[in-house]
C-alpha cells in the first residue's frame, strides 16, 4: 500500500521531533540513513529493516530507490515524493536541531501538507 505524501511527512517529522538528534557517524559526522544507537535520519526512518543495505550509506534518496529498495510500493513512494524525501534529508543533514520544528513547518507550507496531525509541531 502506498502511503500519501501527508503520511510520509508526519511519519518523518514525528521521528525527527522524537529522537531530538542527527543520525551520525561519530567518527566523521557524517549523515547516515541509519546512525549508532538506533538513529535513523528523516527518510532512513521509511526503510524496512528487510530493504536496509549499507550501501545506501552516502546515496542521495532517488539512488536510494533506483538501485536498492526491491519493495515496488516504496520505491514508488521515493520517486512519487522525491522533492519532499530531498528537502527533509536536507533539514536532517543541514539544519540545526533546535531548528528543526520551523523548518519542518516551511517545508509542510512549501508542499502543501498541514502538521495537524504531527503532535510534536
Known sequence: MIRSRQE???IMATHLMTQGTRSVNPDSAVCLYR???GTKCAVGVLIPDDE????????KAGA????FIKDSDLRQEFQNNF???QDMQQLHDRTDVVMWRVKLSVIATDHQLNTNSTPTL
Open 52 to 59: 536496509y543495505d549499507e550501501d545506501m550509506e552516502n546515496e
Open 83 to 85: 522533492a519532499l524525501m
Open 8 to 10: 510520509l511527512f508526519d
Open 35 to 37: 546512525g549508532p544507537n
Open 64 to 67: 536510494v530507490a533506483a538501485h
